[in-house]
């Protein structure tokens, strides 16, 4: 187990991109330290496409204030999107990162997509890689990539140190584990909702991720787990929406998390569906006493 590794425990936080956005960076340090405090491991964050109507803060410059704001907390990039910046520029800004915070941070790769998604990943790894002979040498950060499917499990084992897949139910978590063996680092997010209204969160979970009608990485991954067009044409269905979001009470959740770690996740990242940054870790709060140590 790696130094980075072993700071992570369990359980970590990942936070919408957009809330950061819109969450002054005062409070967001108000807010990772909370989150420390509770015993959580890490804090990560997204990037929006390239193409996205809005753009959120750049994602290495919000694991800084991550970083600065906390003692011990682990800041990922879950994800850094490889069309929003050159790869000499993405590895100089990890290095200089982990340079200053060893063993505290981990980069993760993805955004890429086309007619031929994963070897344009390889190139941006290839041209990372040629970057770190030149900069920063010795600075020294796990890469894991978001990988969903066989190919790219294949890539990631052979060219990063983990996958951090979004958005999949433990069906996917054992399947990665599967791919992977028993080395590489597997991070899986896991969407939650504290609601026990069946109907209400369903209708929450679709309004945010369960549009249907486009086929894509995500749809991809979960056909290959079973899910057919029955689950998928017109909206996802229920079935579906119970697999990918964990919702109900603190019992349930918990529950959903712990069944990720049983299928092989080394490390869980909790995504609370709220409103703003301060009631997330709110939410957070609650679920503590049932996932970590006592401090």
């Known amino acids: 187990m790696t130094p980075t590794q072993d700071r992570l425990g369990r359980f970590g936080v990942w936070i919408a991109p957009m809330t950061l956005l819109h969450t002054p960076v005062t409070r967001q340090r108000e807010q990772f330290e909370r989150i420390e405090r509770l015993g959580y491991g890490s804090v990560w964050t997204g990037e929006p496409p390239a193409a996205a109507p809005v753009a959120g803060r750049d994602i290495l410059t919000q694991l800084a204030v991550v970083l600065a704001a906390t003692e011990r907390l682990v800041a990922g990039a879950g994800v850094a999107n490889i069309r929003m910046r050159d790869p000499r520029a993405t590895h100089s800004g990890a290095a200089t990162l982990a340079e200053a915070y060893p063993d505290r941070v981990i980069l993760g790769l993805g955004g890429h997509g086309g007619d031929r998604p994963l070897a344009e990943l390889r190139a941006y790894l290839d041209a990372m890689d040629e970057a770190a002979t030149r900069i920063l040498p010795e600075a020294r950060y796990p890469r894991v990539l978001a990988a969903l499917g066989p190919k790219a499990h294949r890539l990631a084992a052979g060219r990063a140190d983990g996958v951090h897949p979004f958005l999949q139910p433990v069906e996917h978590t054992r399947a990665a584990r599967d791919a992977l063996g028993p080395g590489p680092l597997l991070i899986p997010h896991l969407a939650l909702l504290l609601d026990t209204d069946e109907a209400r969160a369903r209708g929450r979970i679709r309004a945010l991720f369960g549009a249907g009608g486009r086929e894509n990485a995500y749809t991809a991954s979960y056909r ?65 006493p049932r996932l970590l140590p006592r401090p």
């Open 224 to 288: 290959r787990l079973g899910y057919g067009d029955a689950d998928l044409d017109g909206g996802y269905s229920d079935r579906l929406v119970d697999a990918i979001v964990a919702w109900g009470d603190d019992g349930a959740i918990a529950a959903r998390a712990e069944l990720h770690l049983a299928a092989g996740a080394d490390h869980v990242l909790l995504h609370p569906l709220a409103d703003d940054l301060t009631t997330a870790v709110d939410q957070l709060a609650r679920l503590a």
